[in-house]
Each structure stands twice: as structure tokens, then as C-alpha cells.
């Protein structure tokens, strides 16, 4: 069974400050890894994806198999990154890519 | 593109009441999945389809049912509502594809049983 863990319910940091927002996961196969945002009174959106190996709003993401870990990473976090992130793994169950998500971790970001 | 609409937004239920909850997308994806969001659990698969015609239970089916009969929608049934499905309510979809199979969501129906 696969399964993603963020031990983090809350991450609170100044504007400025390093934030790492950490994720692991168990899956036995190869599987395909997500962040997803949520900001206030919005709709989910994907963030980023560890097969793309992009940026985006300054975050990072990489995929260490040897941990089973894709934290989510950014230098200098600003205010508006104030949202709860959802890491997400995505994998074929039958032929069908059901994806499964972690309980979020919120991160409120201090001017 | 109006990509994944829920209907309706907000509803108040009685314990006891029935109600559906409308899933539409627009982007002709194969996939289409109900998921609810409570605090400290995330996000929780209830029921999925993998193509019109087709269910599976996720993790929390229990109180609930879901149909396809198109494949732009899916739809959520509580046959009899509980204070326990107190809820926001999430529909996503999803293209059928080897890579990069990433999940679009609706708005959100924020569900209160009372």
C-alpha cells in the first residue's frame, strides 16, 4: 500500500527565513511525486512535480529514493506563501494512477 | 475553460437528509475522484472512476455512493446524512496518461450536518 507521511502539521517562519516542508512516502514501485498548494479560500493546485524537476515561486523539490523523501524547499520565504501544502504520490493501481495524499502541512509565513 | 465546477458551494443537512454533490469537468479527462478534507486527516479518497460507467472505493467510501453515467460528471450521494461527513468536499480529474498524471480540482462543497 502506498502511503504519504508529512510529520509536520504546522510550519511557522519569518519572511526571509529558509523553509523545508518535509515528505515521505512507502511505495514499492517507481512513483511519481507532487506538491500541491492550497491557498486561503482556494482551490487546490499542483505546485510543483519531482519529474519536471522545475522551480516554481522559488520552491524545490528533490526526490531522494534512498530516504523515500521529496521535502519541499525555498531560501527565503516570503508572506504570500502562507498556505497549506499537500505532498502527493501518484502511482498505477491496476493500470489506474490514483493519487494519494499526505494530511498537509500549513505554513504561515511572519512579516 | 471552466476546468472542475462543484454544485453547490455551501449546504446545511439534517441528520437523516440525502443530498447529492455535483461533480462537472470540461477537460474530457478519464479520471475523476471525490476526495473530503477535514483538519489534521488532509485530503481522503472516498470514491474514484477510472472512465464513464466505472466506480471504485477509495479510502472512506462508507455513507456513501457515487455514480458516472457521463464522463464529464460524478456525482456523490449521502443517502443519510451524519454529523461524522461534516465536511469540505473535493472533486479532482485527471487525463489518463503513463506520466505526469496531474490532478485538477474543483472549488469545493463545504458540507455542515447538523
Known amino acids: 500500500a502506498q502511503r504519504v507521511t508529512q510529520p509536520e502539521k504546522l510550519l511557522s517562519v519569518f519572511k526571509g527565513a529558509p523553509v523545508e516542508l518535509k515528505c515521505n512516502y512507502s511505495?514499492?514501485?517507481?512513483?511519481?511525486l507532487f506538491w500541491y498548494v492550497q491557498y486561503s479560500r482556494q482551490r487546490l493546485q499542483l505546485l510543483l512535480r519531482h519529474i519536471s524537476r522545475e522551480s516554481i515561486k522559488g520552491f524545490t523539490a528533490d526526490l531522494n529514493k534512498g530516504e523515500t523523501s521529496f521535502h519541499l524547499k525555498k531560501p527565503f520565504a516570503q508572506e504570500e506563501d502562507s498556505a497549506m501544502y499537500y505532498c502527493a504520490l501518484s502511482s498505477a493501481s491496476g493500470g489506474s494512477y490514483i493519487p494519494t495524499f499526505g494530511r498537509g502541512t500549513s505554513l504561515i509565513v511572519h512579516p | 475553460n471552466a476546468g472542475v465546477t462543484q454544485t453547490p458551494k455551501f449546504r446545511v443537512l439534517k441528520t437523516g437528509q440525502s443530498m447529492t454533490l455535483l461533480c462537472a469537468q470540461d477537460?474530457?479527462?478519464?479520471?475523476m475522484y471525490w476526495y473530503r478534507q477535514d483538519p489534521g486527516m488532509g485530503l481522503r479518497l472516498i470514491h474514484y472512476?477510472?472512465?464513464?460507467?466505472?466506480?471504485a472505493k477509495g479510502e472512506v467510501p462508507d455513507g456513501y455512493n457515487v455514480s458516472r453515467l457521463k464522463k464529464q460528471n460524478f456525482l456523490l450521494g449521502l443517502e443519510s446524512a451524519a454529523p461524522s461527513q461534516t465536511s469540505v468536499y473535493f472533486c479532482?480529474?485527471?487525463?489518463?496518461?503513463?506520466?505526469?498524471?496531474?490532478?485538477?480540482f474543483g472549488q469545493g462543497t463545504r458540507l455542515t450536518v447538523v
Open positions: 472512476s477510472v472512465g464513464e460507467g466505472t466506480t
Open positions: 511505495y514499492s514501485g517507481s512513483p511519481e
Open positions: 477537460m474530457n479527462h478519464e479520471y
Open positions: 479532482a480529474s485527471s487525463p489518463y496518461r503513463q506520466e505526469y498524471p496531474e490532478a485538477f
